[in-house]
């Protein structure tokens, strides 16, 4: 179980993140850097990229980590707001550029699709952030 995350970790998290990406080759090694950064210290339970798809509105996952991150990947997330899809916390990240938290998964209307998923993990928050 993931513990809540205090200052001192979220300043660690930022720092061990800031260093996958300046040290990063390529793009597949600064998604997975900031993955792996995002669940050391056992704050979160998991942490996927998606990025989109070249020639649709779905969202790929393209980096992961943690025990959750397997759960996270099946929820195939597209940023079109017009399908049930694109409702989520990712699709609406990737629409507005800015992150979206649940604090209550189960209960959260935009999560209604995947509940299931987040039921069979027992996730009870989650949240998108978007790369800009």
Known sequence: M?????????STAIRV??????SARNTQEM????????????????AVVFLPDSISSWLNPVASSGELAHIFAKADPSSDPTIPEGHGLVGQAFRTGEYCISEDVLSDHRLQLWRPLAESASVGKAAAFPFL
Do not use: E, F, Y
């Not at 993931?2 to 979220?10: C, R, S, V, Y």
């Not at 993140?17 to 300046?22: R, Y």
């Not at 998604?31 to 998991?46: E, I, K, P, S, Y």
């Open 17 to 22: 993140a800031s260093a996958a990406i300046l």
């Open 2 to 10: 993931a513990t809540p995350m205090n200052a001192g970790q979220m």
């Open 31 to 46: 998604v997975q850097g900031v993955c792996d950064a995002a669940v050391a210290g056992n704050t979160m339970l998991g």
